[in-house]
């Protein structure tokens, strides 16, 4: 059923489509050509691409958006978006004076940075696009489990220049899309034909509608404006049409930029046909006419929006001229140019604007236009104020780890969700899982076993309803909490994105948990960093990892994720060598999901069985959840201690068990989280700069005991880096191991002895500190 809006006032649109155009541009010169440079570097901001879009903004804001609908704005319009609620009291001038500047509007619309409610961050090409599909998605989910109500949906919109349908990502997702059935999705692509470093390519442009179409998707394609209509339909207008749509685009963008008596030329050189029209036209009239497209012309996208208000998928191909209305419009140069200040003093003579009111909203609007556009302003739909994060939804119980002498992590991940779902509660109701095709080989087959896949349609398990034996009973239905997805990694990080970001958007917060084996975190990582950029919350489970998964060889063994860990912000890298400091920082990452100042958490596990350790008490709980504690204490002024994290801690206790009548009072340390103790380490240094006190970080403490001259030996299944910074500390000398090349095929005995992780590469590297 297709959703009423009411019947729009065009002249005030178009209004406001002037009103969007100016603001964005003299935001931007604002901030190039009148505010201080203290470095002289050029501010920059994409006047051009701003003016490509403000027809479709303001057709999407003042008239077709729902108080619900979200949207993903193109990142270079994001001058527009702030216009937009300047226009509606939302954003003050003071940040639009800030534009690009240190705590201003940012350069693309953020999330946590931007003080506007902005719904989606953007800024990395395609990603903002991909997201809303899977935030359709979660909102089906919400819908589904009673946590959302069928009437409070809202539809996903992305805006993207053409530029960003090169992106992989987009294709990945939409595949995805189609399996999962989509709904309320509008894509809707800025086609002016220019990109930073060429027009176009015509041929491939033809070919989306049908890659759309044959995903389910509707596709509306918005070329003509009513006025070049309207001339199609007198005499030469069907030479007029055929002339335009054989036109390539480069042409086009051209003889924009030429102006009237260009269009008039070449017409008349290569379409005679047109003469009554062009006869018709003085220069002026025909560059107007020959520039009306669909996506300008607010008449034809009023009409368009208002015939797509059921739930279908639709992509709007607009066609608009990069540059609309600025005098570089159309140039190939345009995508990074400025209007110097005789063009930008042009522009504002032309919309009737008063020097010294460049700033006000309605200046250079007759009363009753301004009255008009003003009334259209405050009439909007759209929500005016970010929402209110909801945190602390769920109690976190104590997890119990699993019982057992010997236990891999990986394993004991998903017993110990299979006891989560068992056992029931808000938590467990909250969770929701996914995976990239590796739901089984990373443990999470229990849990579906329990919970099932999340269809919006019954999918029936086919081999139970035949009797034929499998550990997997995976039937599909809305109750569902595991995600299915395909083996695309970059899918799997925007579909957490969009999960952990649920409270934001929707006002009820999940608890995502994605597993993906760890080295192929790589593939992922731009949709990993865009999540955490928007402080999305997640659990990121990564099994299985390193050269301990020895048989499958370098192709499936992971070198850098610690130390992409170490580099990510909203990120908190833990790597738990038994079941139960799992248990206690998978209970951690719960609690630090729904936390105001917590963030997303990645689990590095492995399928190593390992002899579990038995706990004389409680006490080093609190240091692990801090990123180490000493399983070994060392004795006072110790000269060496051995560091290890991760599944190569029985190497480590077996090295400590032979080296520790040697080396009196060697210590061991567990380091649960390399980048949990770099942090405070790191801020620790520099807040005794900024006056925040001088308290010593936690690797600080654990360190202190230790002589001055005392050397350490670090050990992980991983790059070394991740753990010798560790001699940074205090000026302590280190002798890593670790990994640093690719590795092969072996049992774990043979390739920790190639790669000098086993034990007696241990005891040398700890002599190596004393020869030296």
């Not at 090409?125 to 998605?137: K, N, Q, R």
């Not at 000398?733 to 640093?740: A, E, F, H, M």
Request: with cysteine.
């Amino acid at each position: 059923m297709l959703k009423k809006t009411s019947a729009p006032d065009l002249d005030a649109l178009r209004l406001l489509d002037d009103r969007l155009r100016w603001l964005s541009s003299w935001t931007i010169h604002n901030a190039n050509h009148i505010r201080e440079s203290t470095d002289g570097l050029k501010v920059g901001g994409h006047q051009a691409s701003c003016a490509s879009m403000t027809a479709i903004m303001a057709a999407l804001y003042f008239h077709a958006l729902g108080p619900n609908d979200k949207v993903a704005v193109k990142p270079h319009a994001g001058p527009v978006l702030h216009a937009i609620h300047y226009l509606m009291g939302s954003q003050s001038r003071e940040q639009l004076q800030a534009f690009r500047g240190f705590q201003g509007m940012q350069s693309y619309p953020s999330r946590t940075k931007d003080r506007i409610p902005v719904d989606f961050s953007t800024g990395s090409v395609g990603l903002g696009v991909a997201v809303t599909a899977f935030a359709s998605l979660v909102q089906d989910y919400l819908i589904a489990h009673g946590l959302m109500q069928p009437d409070e949906a809202g539809r996903m919109v992305a805006l993207m220049g053409d530029a960003e349908l090169d992106e992989g990502n987009i294709y990945e997702c939409l595949i995805e899309a189609y399996k999962h059935d989509i709904r309320n999705c509008w894509w809707i692509v800025d086609y002016n034909r220019q990109s930073l470093d060429a027009t176009t390519a015509e041929r491939m442009f033809r070919r989306f509608d049908e890659i759309f179409a044959t995903c389910g998707w509707r596709v509306v394609t918005l070329k003509y404006g009513k006025q070049l209509e309207a001339a199609f339909k007198e005499k030469g207008g069907d030479a007029l049409k055929a002339w335009i749509d054989d036109c390539g685009n480069a042409d086009y963008a051209a003889l924009t930029y030429l102006g009237g008596a260009a269009w008039r030329e070449r017409l008349l050189k290569e379409a005679s046909a047109t003469k009554p029209i062009l006869d018709a036209h003085d220069d002026e009239a025909l560059h107007r006419l020959m520039t009306n497209l669909g996506g300008h012309d607010m008449e034809a996208l009023v009409e368009a929006f208002d015939a797509a208000q059921d739930d279908v998928p639709t992509l709007f191909i607009a066609y608009t001229i990069k540059g609309q209305g600025l005098p570089f419009a159309g140039h190939k140069d345009n995508h990074a140019g400025l209007m110097n200040p005789g063009q930008i003093a042009a522009l504002r003579e032309k919309m009737g604007i008063a020097e010294g009111e460049e700033w006000e909203p309605y200046a250079g609007l007759g009363g009753n236009s301004a009255e008009a556009a003003k009334s259209l302003v405050e009439g909007s739909r759209i929500a005016r104020a970010k929402r209110e994060r909801p945190w602390n939804v769920a109690e976190v119980p104590a997890i119990v780890p699993p019982s057992g002498e010997e236990q891999s992590t990986q394993a004991a991940f998903g017993k110990i969700l299979l006891d989560l779902s068992r056992a029931g509660g808000d938590l467990a109701d909250r969770i929701v899982t996914t995976s990239p095709d590796v739901t089984v080989s990373t443990n999470l087959g229990a849990w579906v076993n329990q919970r099932g896949l999340f269809r919006r349609q019954e999918l029936a398990d086919v081999f139970a309803a035949a009797k034929i034996p499998s550990a997997q009973k995976w039937g599909g239905s809305e109750a569902g909490q595991h995600i299915e997805l395909g083996i695309a990694e970059n899918n799997l990080f925007l579909m957490l994105a969009a999960l952990g970001l649920a409270g934001d958007l929707f006002g009820e917060r999940l608890f995502p948990i994605g597993t993906v084996y760890d080295p192929f975190i790589a593939r992922g990582l731009d949709a990993l960093n865009y999540a955490c950029y928007q402080d999305a919350r997640f659990m990121l489970v990564a099994t299985p990892s390193g050269v301990t998964l020895g048989p499958e060889g370098g192709a499936h063994q992971s070198i850098n994720p610690p130390l992409i860990a170490l580099g990510q912000p909203g990120l908190r890298h833990y790597e738990p060598a038994f079941v139960d400091e799992l248990a206690l920082l998978m209970e951690e990452g719960f609690r630090l999901m729904q936390r105001e100042n917590g963030e997303s958490v990645y689990l590095r596990l492995t399928t190593r069985t390992i002899r579990q350790i038995e706990r004389a008490d409680d006490s080093w709980k609190e240091g692990a959840i801090q990123g180490g504690y000493w399983l070994r204490d060392p004795a006072p002024g110790a000269e060496a201690v051995l560091v290890y994290s991760g599944a190569i801690a029985p190497e480590a206790l077996a090295a400590w068990e032979a080296l520790k009548d040697d080396m009196p009072g060697l210590g061991l340390l567990a380091v649960t989280s390399p980048d949990l103790l770099h942090r405070g380490w790191s801020a620790r240094r520099s807040g005794r700069w900024a006056g925040k006190g001088t308290e010593p970080s936690h690797i600080e403490k654990l360190l202190a005991p230790l002589s001055r001259d005392a050397g350490l030996v670090t050990l992980l299944d991983g790059a070394p880096a991740a753990l010798s910074w560790l001699g940074g500390v205090a000026g302590r000398k280190v002798s890593p191991l670790g990994l640093d090349r690719f590795g092969q095929t072996g049992n774990l005995e043979d390739l920790y002895r190639h790669y000098r992780l086993d034990v007696d590469a241990i005891v040398e590297a700890a002599a190596e500190l004393f020869l030296d």
